[in-house]
């Protein structure tokens, strides 16, 4: 499902944010990619979403080779990914509901379809109750809960989370790992990029661990180097 193959991506003559990467992320995984600031995170996102062209290599995702796609046909690939960031992105002067129903309004589904798809939604998310609200008036966790609802509601193949804890105290967090684990549940695959490794620890899933554009670790779970800093932190 998504294929990296000998990628590369410079900032500047000689200095690379990620060099001849490659990685493969199969259909229905949920993965965790960690790594510090500046390890090629936020790289490997953009890439995925195609704010962001390698200089060489190739990129698959779907049927789509993303170091060639036509711009015409980004908008459909885009269709196909959800995206929760770490400060949520929400449109404060909407309410959660019509936060959740713009993710719709966009591809231009019919208002009924919308409202029934944003109810079952905000259902799933636990925020039913409080689709009137608007984000100024929500926890922090209540806020990703509704940016993980807009995210999901277009039925993505692929969601993308960008450190969706990493604002968010211990009960919020729970919550949302719980929820993004349920999506994964569901059918969609799910990599979740962080830097927070007593996060990671929680779950015994995929670990790819980044360094300097480079993958050093592909575990399931915390590689012993990280379980180590764990135990010692």
Known sequence: MILFKNVNVKYEKDKYAIKDFSLHINEGEFVFIVGKTGAGKST???????ELKPNSGTIRVFK?????????????????????FQNFRLLNDRSVFDNVAFAQE?????SFKIKKRVIKV?????????????????????????????????????LLADEPTGNLDEVSTNE???L??????????????????????????RVIRINDGNIISDTI?????????????
């Not at 796609?69 to 269709?79: A, D, E, F, T, V």
């Not at 925020?127 to 993505?156: D, H």
């Open 44 to 50: 490997i996102l953009k890439l995925l979403t195609r």
């Open 64 to 84: 789509h080779n993303l170091d060639s796609i036509k711009n015409s046909k980004l908008p459909y690939y885009r269709r196909k990914l959800g995206i929760v």
């Open 106 to 110: 966009i591809i231009g589904v019919s």
């Open 122 to 158: 905000l259902n799933l998310v636990g925020l039913r109750n409080k689709y009137k609200k608007f984000p100024r008036e929500l926890s922090g966790g209540e806020q990703q809960k509704v940016a993980i609802a807009r995210a999901i509601i277009n039925k993505p193949d692929i």
């Open 176 to 178: 949302i790992i719980d």
């Open 180 to 205: 993004l684990l349920h999506v994964n549940e569901m059918g969609t695959t799910v990599v979740v990029i962080t830097h927070d490794l007593h996060l990671v620890s929680r779950l015994n899933k």
């Open 221 to 233: 779970g915390l590689d012993e180097e990280l379980t180590e800093y764990i135990n010692v932190n």
